[in-house]
């Protein structure tokens, strides 16, 4: 038994370096806690281990991005330099002010931003994180529209 959790703590060890580079706190707290329950294992210390709380509920989590984003889009928008804002502009134009999905690959062809930048800047733009550039997207299936919660104020300062 040792051995299997020997190895599940290697596993998540290496889990956790991948989780911090995509800067994912959520998942880095649930792999801390499966490294710590491990490490109890180990030392026959069953008797701390204990699952780690979510930190905050989904719509905590969404009402604060929703806020970043209503706070960031409209920088964007004065900054056309910036890649968030070539992606963002290129999507609307593209989906016609999101009245349809595009798929990433045509998004990264028009945005021309230099190799690997696009797919980092994209990611960042479609997840919800405290060190995310700030959800705008949800992607499906290779196909990205704006995020629902965020579209019309988006496609509104997109127009101005």
Known sequence: MTNVIE????????AYKES???ENEVLEEYLLSIIGNAKSIINNNTNTIQRKPILKDVAALQSEEMQKVF?????????????????LNNY?????????????????????????????HFNQMKMISERNHA??????????????PVADFIVKQYEK
């Open 20 to 22: 911090v580079m995509i």
């Open 135 to 148: 959800k705008v997207f949800d992607e499906e299936y290779g196909q990205v529209r704006l995020w629902e």
């Open 92 to 120: 609307m134009s593209l989906s016609e002010n999101n009245m349809h999905p595009i798929s990433v690959s045509l998004l990264e062809q028009h945005a021309a931003i230099e190799d690997g930048k696009f797919m980092s």
């Open 7 to 14: 190895e599940i703590l290697s596993d998540a060890k290496l």
């Open 71 to 87: 706070r960031k889009v409209p920088r964007w928008m004065n900054n056309q330099n910036q890649y968030n804002s070539i992606i």
